[in-house]
């Protein structure tokens, strides 16, 4: 039996600031739809940023606030991709 599979992000929408919270870090579980069966993710395993100008991502999963502006958090796993979106503001 085969299984639809999904990516969950927590949180779905990161909000950093310059001046104040400037990083956070970002749980990836992945999921079987129609199962109970969850897998955390390795922190930072395939996950990707669009606009590294507004914000990176480390090896852990920890997104970092470096201009403002909105950029994408992607993660992708067998195939199966999530975004998230990432806000920076000054504060």
Same mark, same amino acid.
């Given at each position: 039996m085969t299984y639809d599979q999904r990516i969950i992000l927590d949180p779905i929408t990161i909000y950093l600031e310059l001046n104040g919270? #400037?990083? #956070? %870090? =970002?749980? =990836? &579980?992945?999921? %079987?739809?129609g199962s109970s069966q969850r897998e955390k993710m390795d922190g930072g395993t395939g996950m990707v940023i669009t606009d590294p100008t507004v914000a990176t991502v480390d090896?852990? !999963? /920890? @997104?970092?606030?470096? !201009? @403002? !502006? /909105? &950029? /994408?958090?992607? @993660?992708?796993?067998? !195939? =199966?991709? =999530?975004?998230?979106p990432v806000i920076v503001t000054l504060y």
């Open positions: 919270k #400037q990083t #956070q %870090y =970002v749980s =990836v &579980t992945w999921k %079987y739809a090896l852990s !999963g /920890t @997104v970092t606030a470096v !201009g @403002v !502006g /909105t &950029t /994408t958090l992607t @993660v992708t796993r067998n !195939g =199966v991709s =999530v975004t998230a």
